[in-house]
């Protein structure tokens, strides 16, 4: 089976400061792992993406993850928080193969950003 | 490029109303789905479609029908709104296989009163 804990329900941090977004995941088989962000009243737009290729994985905006798979994580990383980065924040897993129901989301994690 | 685009983006019901959500997409895209989303429960997968003429039930499907007579559009039918049913509604659609993006709309906000 799979499943998606996201650590933290709510993030806040100063401007200019590290983000951390943490992500664990479990699943039988080796999975893609994507963070997905919302904006208040918009939809979720891709951030990045893990398909077993490179474990450090960059995406937009200055965000990155590291698939750590002895850990079972794919943490969310920014070294300098900016106020835009205010979002709601998703972890999703999905299945290898293409069956759509293997794809999973997190509960979210909401980030707030302090000026 | 307009993506994943959803339509009423609001509307408010009254129990037992009839609505239908209309998704559309430009991607070409075989898969295209129907979450809800709810505060403190992520996104739930009502049903989604692997092509044209296809569709098949997610988590929640109950209270929900859909169609998908082209492969552009998903429509998301409720034939007897309730207020459980309360709720931001969002299409996305993908390509299908192995670690493709699901590319999402801007959302539905349905009130049933």
């Known amino acids: 089976a799979q499943s998606v804990t996201q650590l933290d329900s709510h993030v806040s941090v100063s401007e200019g400061t590290p983000v951390l977004l943490r992500c664990n995941y479990s699943?039988?088989?080796?999975?893609?792992l994507f963070w997905y962000v919302q904006h208040p009243n918009k939809g979720l737009q891709l951030l990045l993406k893990?398909?077993?290729?490179?474990?450090l994985v960059k995406g937009i905006n200055g965000f990155e993850a590291e698939f750590k798979k002895s850990e079972t994580s794919f943490h969310l990383t920014k070294p300098s928080a900016h106020m835009s980065d205010a979002a709601e924040y998703f972890c999703v897993v999905s299945r290898q193969k293409t069956s759509y129901d293997k794809v999973i989301f997190g509960p979210g994690t909401s980030l707030s950003v302090i000026p | 490029n307009a993506g994943v685009t959803q339509t009423p983006k609001f509307r408010v019901l009254k129990t037992g109303q009839s609505m239908t959500l209309l998704c559309a997409q430009d991607?070409?895209?075989?898969?295209m789905y129907w979450y809800r989303q709810d505060p403190g429960m992520g996104l739930r997968l009502i049903h989604y479609s692997v092509g044209e003429g296809t569709t098949a039930k997610g988590e929640v499907p109950d209270g929900y029908n859909v169609s998908r007579l082209k492969k552009q559009n998903f429509l998301l039918g409720l034939e007897s709104a309730a207020p459980s049913q309360t709720s931001v509604y969002f299409c996305?659609?993908?390509?299908?296989?192995?670690?493709?993006?699901?590319?999402f709309g801007e959302g539905s906000w349905l009130t049933v009163v």
């Open positions: 699943s039988s088989y080796s999975p893609s």
């Open positions: 991607m070409n895209h075989e898969y």
């Open positions: 893990y398909t077993s290729a490179a474990t």
């Open positions: 996305a659609s993908s390509r299908g296989g192995r670690g493709n993006t699901i590319y």
